[in-house]
C-alpha cells in the first residue's frame, strides 16, 4: 500500500478539515499519505485554543486556511467553505477528496467534491442518531449520499448504510481511526502523573467535564442546570472543566459564573494533556461524540449529557446517556460505586471501535480510488489518476 501512495502527485489528496476533533481523526491518515495530501482548513473552529496549537502538537503540515467561516452561523458556514473549497479546486484539481465525520466543514468539502465530479471518501460513515434536532444528523446522512467510498467505524455503522440503501460495494469497515490517535497521544504514566501534580489531582479522585454543546449551552436554564449539577459533585470530589469558548461566554452572558466558583476551570487544554486528565479521571461528563469513543480506548466510564447518540457502541459497557437533571450526579453516583473494581473491568475491554489500524484501512482505500495508469497520457505512463467509482458496479470496495 505505501509504494502505491508513494507514486501519488504531490498534494493530489484534498483533505478538508476545520475543527479540533477533525484534525485528531485525520492526523494519521495524513501521516500516512505524507507530501500527498493537502489539508484545507475552513476555520470552522477558529479559536487557536482549539484548533491552531493541534497542529504543532499533531505534527501536521501547515494547511491551507479559508477565511470567513469560522464564527458564522451553520448556513454561512457551509457556503462560505464551499465557495472557498470549489475555487482552490478548480485551480488545483486533487484526485480525491477526504472528509471526516459530520461537521460544517465536512460537509461543504463533500459538496465541492461533489460539484467537481472529485472522487469522496467519507471517514466515518454510517453513524445516526435518528434525531433530527442535531444539526450533525443533517450533515452525516447528506455527506454519505455523496460520498463514492464510505469508511465505516463499526459493523453497525455498516448495517445502517445497507439499511438505508447505499450499495455494500461502497461501504468498508475499517474501524474508528480515534483508536490510533488515543494510543499514539496518551503520555506516559511518568508524564501522566506530572499533569494531575500540575492541577493538585490524584489518579481515580476526580471528575473530567467537559460541555460545549448548543443543546447544552444556549438555554441559560439548561446550561443552569448542567452547571448546578457540577457543582454539586464539585462538594464530593474535585472537578476539572476545561472551559470551551462557547461554554464561556453562554455562562457569562446568562450570568451563571457563581455556579463555577467550586469547579477548576481551566482553558482548553491539548490533546495529550486531554487523555492525561481523561484516563486517570474517576468518571468523566462531557456531552462530546469524540470523548464518548475515546472512554473506550482509555477504559473510564463516562456520563453522556446529550439528548441522543450516534454511537450506542460506546453505551454498552463505557457510558451512560443521560439529559440535564439529576440524572448527571445520579450516573456519576452509580459509576463511583463501582470503584476500583469497576475501573479494572472497563480497562480490560477492547474498544468497539476497532484495532488501531483504520487510518492504514482508509489509506489503502484512497489507492483504489487513485491508483497508477497503465496507459500513457499526459501524467505519464506511471502517474495516478482519478478514477470515480460507478455507483451501479460491480463490487469494489469489500468490507474489512
Given at each position: 500500500m505505501n509504494h502505491l501512495i508513494n507514486t501519488f502527485p504531490s498534494r493530489s489528496v484534498a483533505v478538508v478539515l476545520g475543527t479540533r476533533p477533525e484534525l485528531v481523526k485525520l492526523a494519521e491518515l495524513i501521516r500516512t499519505l505524507g507530501p500527498a495530501a493537502r489539508v484545507l482548513h475552513t476555520g470552522q473552529h477558529y479559536d487557536d485554543d482549539l484548533s491552531g496549537s493541534f497542529l504543532d502538537e499533531l505534527g501536521l503540515p501547515a494547511p491551507e486556511y479559508l477565511t470567513g467561516v469560522g464564527g458564522r452561523p451553520r448556513a454561512l458556514q457551509v457556503a462560505n467553505a464551499l465557495a472557498g473549497l470549489d475555487e482552490r479546486f478548480a485551480a488545483e484539481p486533487p484526485l480525491a477528496v477526504v472528509v471526516q465525520g459530520d461537521t460544517n466543514a465536512a460537509l461543504a468539502g463533500a459538496l465541492a467534491a461533489n460539484a467537481r465530479d472529485l472522487p469522496l471518501v467519507h471517514v466515518e460513515a454510517g453513524l445516526r442518531s435518528h434525531d433530527r434536532a442535531m444539526p450533525?444528523?443533517?450533515?452525516?446522512?447528506?455527506?454519505?449520499?455523496?460520498?463514492?467510498?464510505?469508511?465505516?467505524?463499526?459493523p453497525d455503522n455498516r448495517e445502517l448504510l445497507l439499511a438505508e440503501g447505499v450499495p455494500a460495494e461502497r461501504i468498508a469497515v475499517t474501524g474508528n481511526t480515534v483508536v490510533e490517535?488515543?494510543?499514539?497521544?496518551?503520555?506516559?504514566?511518568?508524564?501522566?502523573?506530572?499533569?494531575?501534580a500540575e492541577y493538585g489531582l490524584t489518579r481515580d479522585g476526580y471528575v473530567l467535564a467537559t460541555i460545549h454543546r448548543p443543546e447544552n449551552t444556549d438555554d441559560p436554564a439548561v446550561l443552569a442546570v448542567v452547571l448546578g449539577e457540577l457543582a454539586g459533585l464539585a462538594h464530593e470530589l474535585p472537578v476539572v472543566l476545561p472551559l470551551h469558548p462557547r461554554t464561556r461566554?453562554?455562562?457569562?452572558?446568562?450570568?451563571?459564573?457563581?455556579?463555577?466558583?467550586?469547579?477548576?476551570?481551566?482553558?482548553?487544554?491539548?490533546?495529550?494533556?486531554?487523555?492525561?486528565?481523561?484516563?486517570?479521571?474517576?468518571?468523566?461528563?462531557?456531552?462530546?461524540?469524540?470523548?464518548?469513543?475515546?472512554?473506550?480506548?482509555?477504559?473510564?466510564?463516562?456520563?453522556?449529557?446529550?439528548?441522543?447518540?450516534?454511537?450506542?457502541?460506546?453505551?454498552?459497557?463505557?457510558?451512560?446517556?443521560?439529559?440535564?437533571?439529576?440524572?448527571?450526579?445520579?450516573?456519576?453516583?452509580?459509576?463511583?460505586?463501582?470503584?476500583?473494581?469497576?475501573?479494572?473491568?472497563?480497562?480490560?475491554?477492547?474498544?468497539?471501535?476497532?484495532?488501531?489500524?483504520?487510518?492504514e484501512r482508509i489509506a489503502g482505500l484512497l489507492t483504489q480510488v487513485v491508483r497508477p495508469s497503465t496507459a500513457e497520457g499526459p501524467r505519464g505512463p506511471t502517474a495516478p489518476h482519478a478514477v470515480r467509482p460507478h455507483r451501479s458496479a460491480p463490487a469494489v470496495f469489500a468490507g474489512v
Open positions: 450533525e444528523e443533517h450533515n452525516r446522512v447528506l455527506i454519505d449520499r455523496l460520498a463514492d467510498v464510505l469508511c465505516a467505524a463499526t490517535a488515543v494510543r499514539r497521544h496518551r503520555p506516559r504514566a511518568e508524564d501522566r502523573e506530572a499533569v494531575l461566554v453562554r455562562t457569562e452572558e446568562a450570568g451563571l459564573d457563581p455556579l463555577l466558583d467550586d469547579v477548576t476551570c481551566i482553558p482548553p487544554v491539548d490533546y495529550t494533556t486531554f487523555l492525561a486528565l481523561a484516563g486517570d479521571a474517576a468518571v468523566l461528563v462531557s456531552d462530546s461524540g469524540g470523548v464518548q469513543e475515546e472512554t473506550t480506548v482509555l477504559g473510564r466510564p463516562l456520563v453522556a449529557v446529550r439528548r441522543s447518540t450516534e454511537r450506542p457502541e460506546a453505551l454498552a459497557e463505557f457510558a451512560d446517556l443521560v439529559t440535564p437533571g439529576l440524572g448527571i450526579s445520579t450516573a456519576v453516583h452509580r459509576r463511583l460505586a463501582q470503584g476500583k473494581a469497576g475501573l479494572r473491568r472497563l480497562a480490560s475491554l477492547p474498544s468497539p471501535f476497532g484495532d488501531g489500524h483504520a487510518s
